[in-house]
Every structure is written in C-alpha cells, then in structure tokens.
C-alpha cells in the first residue's frame, strides 16, 4: 500500500488555519505565498511518496546496526537523506540570511507531517537537526552559529538533544552530567546520556550534540544547569573536520518500533577531553534547550498527525477493498466492509481525528511564526498563546495517533495483526510518542501549573473569549446547529474545570490534569474544526477547490463536534476528581 500526501488538504489548512496569507504580509515572510506553498508541498510529496516511504518498512525489518562504536541505519537510509539534501530542503525553516528557505513554520509544519506519515523513524534526524539549528541561532555566540549553522542547514551534519540520563528523565535537574571549564573559553564535560536519538550514524559528516549538562559547583536542580555544543569531531572555524572529540557511543537500543532511527547510549569524557562549547550565558540552559524542546514538541505532536494520516489512508484503502459479510439491510452477496456501518464509524472517528489534531498543530504553528517576528508586528499575546497550545498539540496528536493506529488495524481484522499488511508498525511506531519529548503526564502538569497561570490567567480568558465569540458569530447561521451547541456546552465545562485548577490544591489539580489536558485539545479542536466547515462553505461553488472536498469537510467537522467532542462531558469528572479518589486504595494494596 502506498502513501498519498494530501495535499489539497494540506492547503485548505493552510489557508484557514495556519493564515498563510496574513503571515505574507508580515516582511520576514513577505517572499510566501500560495502558490510558493503548493510548490514546496507538491514537490516535497513526491520525496516522501518516492524515496521515505518505501524504506520504511525496510527500516522496520533491519534497523540500525551497532559495531565497535559505529550505527549504520538501514539500507537505503542514507541515500534518502542525501537526496533530502541535495534538493535543499533541510534549510525550510531556516533564516534566509543563514542559508535557509526562511519559510514559516506552519508550512514547515505540513512538510514535516509528510516526511513523518512516509517514514517517521528516519525523518527524526531532519526535524532534530532543525530543532538544534534554531536553538543555537536563538542562543549562541556569533563564533558558534557561524561555525555551526551552515553545516546543519544544508544538512552536512545532524543535530541532536542530549538530556536524559538513567537517573533522569520527567526530572532533567536531577542529571549529573558535568562540565568544567578548560580555561580557554570552552569545557570539558564527563558523563552519560541515554536514549539519544540519532547519537551516532552513518548519515553525515558530523554529529552536533546539544548536551545539557552542570557547571561544577552550579546549584542542583534545573536552574544549575547549562547547555553546550558537543561536536562528534572539532571543527576549525571555517568548518573543516579536525580530530574526533572525546564522545563515543557505547551502545543502541532494541525498541518496540522506531526501528529506522538509532537510540544512542552516549559516554563524555572518557579520555578527560571532551571538548564543549557553551551555547548562551552560564547556568541558563534549560531557557536554551526550551527552544530546542518547544520545536520538537510541536514535531511530536507532528509525528503523531503523520502516523495518524498513513494508518487511516491505509485503512480507507483496505476497508474499500476487502469484501465480507452481506450488508446489514440483507442483501445476495458479501459487500466490502466500508459499506458496513461499524466499519464506517471507525473511519469517521479517524477521519476527525487526523484533520483534527492537524489543524491543532497548524494553528500553534502559525502562532509560533507570528511570535518570533520582531518589531511592530510582534503580538505577545499570539506568543503566550502559543505556549499554552504547546501541551496539547504535543500530548492530544501523540494520543491521537495511538487510538488511530489501534483502529486501523480493527478495520483491517486479524491480518492487520500479522506484520506484512504494514500497518502494525505504525501503531508500534506510535507508542513511543506519548512517552518522549515530556511524558504526556509532563505536558498535562505543564499546562496546569504553569500554562494556564500564564500573564496571570489572562491568556486562557482571551482564548475562551475567542471560542465565545466564534460561537456568536456562527449563531446566524444553520451550518452547524448542533455542532455549536457542542462547542458550547465544552467552553462551559472547560471553564468551569479551569476554575478548579487554578483554585484547587496542587494534588487536586494534578490528580485532574490530564483530563483537563484532553478537554482544552478537543474545546480548541472543536473550535478549529467549526472555523474549517464555515471556511469551507464559503468556499461551495468558487472553482477555487473542489465541491467534494469542501463538504467532506463541512461533514467531518459536524462528526467531531457532535460524535467526539461530546467526550468532554465525560472528561469533566476526571477533571474535578481530586486527588482523595485517586489515593483511595492504599499503597499497599497494589501489586508488591
Ligand atoms: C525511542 C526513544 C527516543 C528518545 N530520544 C531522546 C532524545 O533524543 N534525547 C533525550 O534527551 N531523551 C530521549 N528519550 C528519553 C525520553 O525523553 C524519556 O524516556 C522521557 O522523558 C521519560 O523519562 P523516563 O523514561 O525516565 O521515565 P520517568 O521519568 O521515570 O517516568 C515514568 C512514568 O512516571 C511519570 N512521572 C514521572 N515524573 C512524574 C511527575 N512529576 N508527575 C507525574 N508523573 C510523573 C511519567 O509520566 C511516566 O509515566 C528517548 C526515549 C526513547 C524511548
């Protein structure tokens, strides 16, 4: 089965959510357009179709391979890459002054939903890499993004994130990576990371690892801690390959899914001189490594949307062709199954879901691009937004992905079990997206302790005073009668939820948070479906796009807000439980 880029539905979002016409206005993107789009879309499509997608089943069946400190991905991985970067894609984002194509991360956004549906494993080295170049532009010395950043725009090297430790994940301050400083401006940095993603392979020239890590004698906790460029060889300053920096990989992890990409384990130090560079002022590192965290957790919530998109065009494919059982109303013969209704259902529900959880990571991309624009048209507003979305698009995709991967294999049946119909891997790829980048109880705990506190609540009011008045507007209109009574009765609920999180005690909030998490992603999912289904009916009989596609639009809109929006009803008691309930049943009761 093949993978078919959307595109079409890649430009409606675009258009609708991501306001690819309001970003041209702004100077940093004024060279973006709609037609520059649909470019870049079309041609990278035929990327993913052509070279990513076939490898990932390779990738899946071979894997990576770990010999005496080297990781060769699988066959045909680096091939793809250098196709990759010799058609200059890796610079999508970056500045152009830096070599880069300057365009908006909410287009970059969609390129990297395609790369991801094709073959999620092998495309993480591209959207690390990005994540590591933006971080060092955002916080390095002049020397150091002269040095560092042409090599990873054009992709000659990688990048990588270095923080977890065996005695610290969800709890980064805890690690005890060390770094002192050489007298020389630079550091020597000891210690040991694992799981790192892309540590080590055979795709690039150089591997730049972003390593956070403590200055000796900083406090404990995340405000000691600093953020350093760990070359996988010393560079001169024009660039040159120089000798092999004291960081090895000393093995790779054997995984449930993911296989195409390599898990390092990562030793520092050894040999006393491994060589880091200090990437902005000292003991501010986390506030670094956050720019490189906040990309890839919009890149997660990313993966999440492409490994939904390949689970349900593969399912759809299936569920028109295989034939059984006669239809439900009787009938002389077997009819396939995406006549039967409860094989419709599912794809309705993935449907949704996939359109839904992109246009969530759209519209935060669009508020990211409107954030990092200097000067007068800069909107804080639109940048505190952004941070709040940020939880949700991460943690709903990714959950997204994994109820989506689960249906497809329901609607394949027992053969979507058996690893040759392709499409269990994307449910086994998908189960690590919960987990990494901030488990989604990290998201949940980040948006109710800190997020939603944000300029002291204001920036959560502003949102449901949005919602509230989209729903006014709509009130004119039939389009969506009962969609809109949906929507509101879950701005009731997600209000009357926020109250309790900002009143209740910490245990309370966070017995609730993850509930309330989902209840926020699917209001503002909600919300951003509605805003679809009126664009779209706007759009009947322009010629702009086709009638077909508008009111599959319109329909799937209407599925959300009344068959899985409803879900937050049942989400409000979760939300308000407490944390008595949770701590009913006594430690020991449980499992010893
Ligand atoms: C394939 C793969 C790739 C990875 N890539 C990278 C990478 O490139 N770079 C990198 O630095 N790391 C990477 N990681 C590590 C990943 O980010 C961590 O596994 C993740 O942050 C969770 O940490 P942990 O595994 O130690 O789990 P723990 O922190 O031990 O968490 C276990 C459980 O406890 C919960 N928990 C922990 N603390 C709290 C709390 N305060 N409140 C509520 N619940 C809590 C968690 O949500 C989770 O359910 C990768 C991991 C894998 C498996």
New binding site residues.
């Given amino acids: 089965m093949t993978y078919r880029a959307p595109v079409e539905e890649h430009l409606f979002v675009l258009d609708v959510i991501g306001e690819l016409t309001a970003l041209g206005h702004l100077d940093v993107f004024a060279h973006v357009d709609r037609e520059l789009a649909s470019n870049v879309l079309i041609e990278v499509a035929k990327l993913a179709e052509d070279e990513f997608y076939p490898l990932n089943r390779v990738g899946d069946a071979e894997g990576v391979t770990f010999q005496n400190g080297h990781v060769s991905l699988p066959p045909g991985s680096v091939e793809a890459y250098r196709k990759w970067i010799e058609g200059g894609w890796n610079g999508i984002e970056a500045p152009i002054a830096a070599g880069g194509f300057g365009l908006p991360l909410t287009l970059s956004a969609l390129v990297q939903e395609q790369i991801f549906s094709a073959n999620v494993a092998f495309s993480q080295i591209i959207s690390?890499t990005a994540g590591a170049a933006r971080a060092i532009a955002a916080h390095g010395s002049e020397a150091l993004r002269s040095t560092y950043l042409p090599k990873l725009i054009s992709g000659a090297w990688s990048g990588?994130?270095?923080?977890?430790e065996s005695g610290?994940?969800?709890?980064v301050g805890a690690l005890k990576t060390s770094a002192s400083a050489a007298g020389d401006g630079t550091y020597r940095i000891t210690g040991e990371?694992?799981?790192?993603?892309?540590?080590e392979h055979d795709a690039t020239e150089n591997i730049i690892h972003l390593v956070l890590a403590r200055i000796k004698g900083a406090e404990a906790g995340t405000g000691g801690l600093s953020l350093f460029i760990v070359p996988k060889y010393l560079v001169s300053d024009d660039q040159k390959i120089l000798e092999r920096n004291d960081v090895r990989c000393t093995g790779i992890?054997h995984?449930l899914g993911?296989h195409g990409?390599a898990?390092c384990s990562l030793a520092y130090g050894d040999q006393d001189r491994c060589v880091g560079y200090l990437v902005g002022e000292p003991h501010a590192g986390i506030r670094a490594m956050f720019t490189m965290m906040n990309h890839a957790r919009i890149s997660v919530g990313l993966q999440g949307v492409g490994l939904s998109e390949i689970a349900y065009q593969k399912a759809a494919r299936y569920a028109r062709e295989r034939t059984q059982s006669r239809p439900i109303g009787g009938g002389p013969t077997a009819v396939r199954i995406i006549e039967h209704p409860d094989v419709r259902r599912m794809l309705m529900i993935m449907r949704a879901q996939v359109e839904a959880s992109r246009a969530l990571a759209i519209y935060n991309s669009h508020l990211i691009d409107r954030s990092e624009i200097a000067g007068a048209h800069r909107d804080d507003r639109l940048t505190l937004r952004a941070e709040l979305l940020t939880p949700c698009t991460k943690a709903y995709s990714t959950d997204v992905a994994l109820q989506v991967s689960s249906l497809a294999i329901q609607v394949f049946g027992g053969i979507g079990f058996i690893e040759e119909a392709g499409v269990a891997q994307h449910f086994r790829d998908s189960r690590?997206l919960p987990?990494?980048?901030?488990?989604?109880?990290?998201q949940a705990?980040d948006l109710v302790r800190r997020k939603i506190r944000l300029a002291e609540g204001h920036v959560v009011e502003e949102m449901v005073r949005d919602i509230a008045s989209s729903l006014s507007d709509w009130q004119s209109t039939e389009l969506l009668e009962e969609g809109r009574a949906r929507l509101a009765g879950a701005l009731a609920v997600f209000e009357e939820a926020t109250r309790y999180m900002l009143e209740s005690s910490p245990s309370d909030s966070?017995s609730g948070a993850t509930a309330y998490l989902k209840i926020f992603s699917l209001l503002t999912c909600g919300w951003l479906m509605g805003r679809q289904a009126f664009a779209a009916s706007a759009r009947l009989g322009s010629g702009e796009i086709s009638d077909d596609f508008l009111r599959a639009k319109i329909a799937t809109a209407k599925f959300f807000l009344t068959q899985i929006l409803p879900e937050v009803d049942a989400l409000r008691s979760s939300a308000l439980v407490g944390s008595n309930m949770i701590f009913s049943v006594g430690e020991d009761q449980f499992p010893q």
């Fill in positions: 690390l990588t994130m270095n923080l977890t610290a994940g969800s709890d990371k694992i799981f790192i993603t892309f540590g992890e995984k993911m990409s898990t690590i987990i990494y980048e901030g488990t989604n109880g990290i705990l966070a």
